[in-house]
Nanobody, 127 residues
């Protein structure tokens, strides 16, 4: 069974930084997959934040986090990261990592296209 386990969330003040991690069970870490970070604020829809192809390392970000967030992956640790700098109150939410087979499309606006999810880690940014 594929397992995604997030960690690294917390509470910070605006302008602060957090580094999220998503560890994938070793037998499920596939270079044919794309992995993504989504977030969901209370009473809002889940939105895609960033994604990376595991094999080629191709990356995409949603506009609101460009220049502030950095997504990466480490093959030896079968882990994906999201370094978040210059955090803003509007970044507050539950952050989830997700995975699916790479088909050439990011599907960041369609979270249901991702079939494997972690349990989430809370990020709270105060002003």
């Amino acid at each position: 069974q594929v397992q995604l386990v997030e960690s690294g969330g917390g509470s910070v003040q605006a302008g602060g930084s957090l580094n999220l991690s998503c560890t994938v069970s070793r037998n499920a870490y596939s270079r044919g997959n794309v992995m993504a970070w989504f977030r969901q604020a209370p009473e809002k829809e889940r939105e895609g934040v960033a994604a990376i192809t595991i094999g080629g390392g191709v990356i995409i970000y949603t506009d609101s986090v460009k220049g502030r967030f950095t997504i990466s992956r480490d093959h030896t640790k079968t882990t994906m990261y999201l370094q978040m700098n210059d955090l803003r109150p509007e970044d507050t939410g539950m952050y989830y990592c997700a995975a699916r087979r790479w088909d050439g499309h990011w599907h960041l606006s369609r979270p249901n296209e991702y079939n494997t999810w972690g349990q989430g880690t809370q990020v709270t940014v105060s002003s």
